[in-house]
C-alpha cells in the first residue's frame, strides 16, 4: 500500500469513540487522559509512515496495525505503563539497611498511625490550645529533642543538608569556616560538604592534611574574619593508619577562649551508644552536646530511624538566631513529618521499646540467626527448577546511608545458581515486577539477604521469585 493511502487509512477519532473496548479505558482513566493518547498514539503512526522513504511503496505498516482494535490496545497499555511509573513499593533482599535510594529507614507503626491521623484532619499544627491563638510549630519536638540530647534547644528543617547550610548561613556567612581536609566528604548524589558550605556563604579555610589535623592547625588559621570551626562526621569513610584528629572536647575548649562557635555535622545521629548490641562505638549526640558542640546537625531517617529530617540541637542562643533567619520558613517541615518525628523520638524514653518498635533499629540489632529462618523458610517455598541450585549462604549486610562505612553485619542469604543463563537477566526481571525486588549480583550468584526482608514479606518474595523462574526457565 502507497503511503497516501496509508495515511488516509488511519481511522478518525470518532471511530475510536464509537468502540465498545473505548469506552472501558475512559471509565478506568478518563476521557482526557484517553484522547491525550490516542492522539499521539496516532501521531506516531502517522511519522512512521512518513518517515518511509519516498520511493518506497512498501512500507513496513500494515492495515492490520491501523485496525481500531490494534490501537486502542496499544493506547491500552500506554495509559497502564504510565500509571506504573512513580513511588512502588519494594521489596529489598540486598541486605542494606539504610539505602538512599531505596527511602531510607522505614516508619515506626506509631509513626505511620499519627501521620494519617494528622494528615487525615485538621490538626493544632500552629495552633495554641491554650490561648486560641497562634501557636508555635515546633514546640512538642523542641522538648522532645532537649529531653532525649541534652541540649538546650532545637529545630528542625527538610534534611541534614539543609541543616548544615541554614546553621552556616545564620552563624557565618561571609565568614571563614575553619575545618579539617580530611572531613571535607562528599556525602552521595556528587554533594559535597565544600559545595553546600560556599553555597551558605560561608568563606572555607582548610587545615591539616588528608589524615591528620592538630588543634594548632585549627588554631593557626584563627583570624579576624574566622566565624566558626566546623567539624564534620566522616560518616561514609574512614582515614585508617597514621592519622589524628582533634576531639570535641579540644576543639570547643580551644575555640571557646576565642570566642568562636563550634558547629558539628555528625551526619547519622544516634541518641544512644548500640556498642552493647555489637555496633561499633560512634559519638552519640549526647556525648557531642556534653563535650560542648555548640550547634549539632543530623538526619532524621539514618540511624534515628524517623522520617526525613534535618535535626539542629544546641545553644538557645544560637538556635534562636536560626530560627528567625528567613530561610528557615523556606526549609521548615510539614505536620506529616512533625507528626512522624515526634512518635519516632516519644519511643526513645524506653530503649527497650526503641529496639523492638524502630524498625531500622530492629533490624539492625536482631540477631543473624533469625536472617537464617528466615533464609529456610524462604528456600522451602522456591519451586527450584532443574539446573538452579539454591543454597543458604552466610552474607554481609551493611548499614548504608554514611554510617558504619568499614563495618558489615553477619546476615544470611538465599544464593542461586544460575548455570548459563546470566544472573543480570534474572535480577532484570526481578526489579520489573509489580512489587520489585531488589537483590544483588555476588560473584555469579543472585543473592537474596534476609537481613532486609521481613517476616511478613516472605510469601510475596517467593512467589516472585517463582514467578521469574518460571519465566526465565
Ligand atoms: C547523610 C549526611 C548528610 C546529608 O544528610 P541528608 O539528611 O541526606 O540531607 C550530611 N552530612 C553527613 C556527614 C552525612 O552523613
Same mark, same amino acid.
Given at each position: ?22 469506552d ?52 491500552s ?18 541486605g ?29 499544627l500552629?495552633?495554641d ?5 497562634r ?50 566528604? #562528599?556525602?552521595?548524589?556528587?554533594? *559535597?560538604?565544600?559545595? $553546600?558550605?560556599?553555597?551558605?556563604? =560561608?568563606? @572555607?579555610? %582548610? ?18 574574619k ?22 570535641a ?73 536560626? #530560627?528567625?533567619?528567613?530561610?528557615? *520558613?523556606?526549609?521548615? $517541615?510539614?505536620?506529616?513529618?512533625? =507528626?512522624? @518525628?515526634? %512518635? ?47 543454597t ?63 517476616e511478613?514479606?516472605?510469601? #510475596? ?13
Amino acid at each position: 500500500m502507497n503511503r497516501q493511502k496509508l495515511l488516509s487509512s488511519i481511522p478518525a477519532v470518532n471511530d475510536f469513540l464509537a468502540a465498545e473496548q473505548a469506552d472501558r479505558i475512559i471509565n478506568k482513566y478518563s476521557r482526557t487522559r484517553f484522547l491525550k493518547t490516542l492522539r499521539s498514539e496516532l501521531e506516531k503512526i502517522r511519522q512512521i509512515i512518513l518517515a518511509e522513504k519516498a520511493e518506497m511503496e512498501e512500507t513496513d505498516i500494515d492495515c492490520q496495525e491501523l485496525k481500531v482494535g490494534e490501537i486502542l490496545i496499544s493506547v491500552s497499555k500506554r495509559l497502564e505503563a504510565e500509571d506504573n511509573e512513580g513511588l512502588k513499593r519494594v521489596i529489598n533482599a540486598g541486605g542494606i539497611i539504610l539505602h538512599t535510594n531505596l527511602g531510607r529507614s522505614l516508619l515506626p507503626e506509631n509513626a505511620l498511625n499519627k501521620v494519617k491521623e494528622i494528615a487525615a484532619e485538621y490538626s493544632s499544627l500552629e495552633f495554641d490550645l491554650e490561648n486560641g491563638e497562634r501557636g508555635y510549630r515546633y514546640k512538642r519536638t523542641k522538648q522532645l529533642l532537649r529531653d532525649l540530647t541534652g541540649a538546650e534547644s532545637a529545630v528542625v528543617v527538610n534534611n541534614n543538608a539543609a541543616a548544615v547550610m541554614l546553621v552556616l548561613k545564620t552563624i557565618a556567612e561571609d565568614r571563614e569556616v575553619i575545618i579539617a581536609r580530611g572531613e571535607m566528604v #562528599e556525602i552521595g548524589g556528587s554533594f *559535597r560538604i565544600p559545595e $553546600v558550605m560556599e553555597s551558605s556563604g =560561608a568563606i @572555607l579555610k %582548610e587545615v591539616g592534611s588528608t589524615n591528620k589535623v592538630y588543634l594548632k592547625d585549627y588554631l593557626t588559621a584563627v583570624g579576624e574574619k574566622t566565624g566558626a570551626l566546623l567539624k564534620v562526621h566522616t560518616s561514609n569513610y574512614r582515614i585508617q593508619g597514621f592519622t589524628h584528629s582533634v576531639s570535641a572536647e579540644e576543639m570547643v575548649k580551644a575555640a571557646h577562649q576565642h570566642d568562636l562557635v563550634v558547629i558539628e555535622d555528625l551526619g547519622s545521629g544516634i541518641l544512644f551508644d548500640l556498642s552493647e548490641y555489637g555496633l561499633p562505638e560512634e559519638p552519640t549526640v549526647k556525648e557531642e552536646i556534653l563535650a560542648g558542640i555548640d550547634i549539632l546537625t543530623f538526619s532524621g531517617d539514618k540511624l534515628l530511624g524517623g522520617p526525613q529530617a534535618g535535626i539542629i540541637v544546641g545553644r538557645e542562643k544560637f538556635i534562636s538566631q536560626i #530560627e528567625q533567619h528567613p530561610l528557615m *520558613r523556606a526549609l521548615r $517541615v510539614d505536620k506529616m513529618t512533625l =507528626a512522624a @518525628l515526634e %512518635e519516632t523520638l516519644k519511643l526513645y524514653y524506653n530503649l527497650e521499646e526503641a529496639l523492638q518498635k524502630i524498625p531500622t533499629l530492629k533490624i539492625l540489632t536482631e540477631k543473624a540467626e533469625k536472617a537464617k529462618i528466615r533464609a529456610e523458610k524462604l528456600k522451602a517455598k522456591i519451586e527450584a527448577p532443574a539446573g538452579v541450585k539454591f543454597t543458604i549462604i552466610e552474607s554481609e549486610a551493611k548499614v548504608g546511608g554514611g554510617a558504619y562505612p568499614l563495618n558489615t553485619f553477619k546476615s544470611y542469604a538465599l544464593a542461586v545458581e544460575t548455570g548459563d543463563l546470566s544472573p543480570e537477566k534474572f535480577v532484570y526481571k526481578l526489579r520489573q515486577l509489580k512489587t520489585p525486588v531488589i537483590s544483588r549480583i555476588q560473584n555469579e550468584l543472585i543473592i537474596f539477604d534476609l537481613k532486609t526482608v521481613f517476616e511478613h514479606q516472605l510469601e #510475596e518474595l517467593a512467589i516472585s521469585i517463582n514467578k521469574v523462574l518460571a519465566e526465565v526457565f
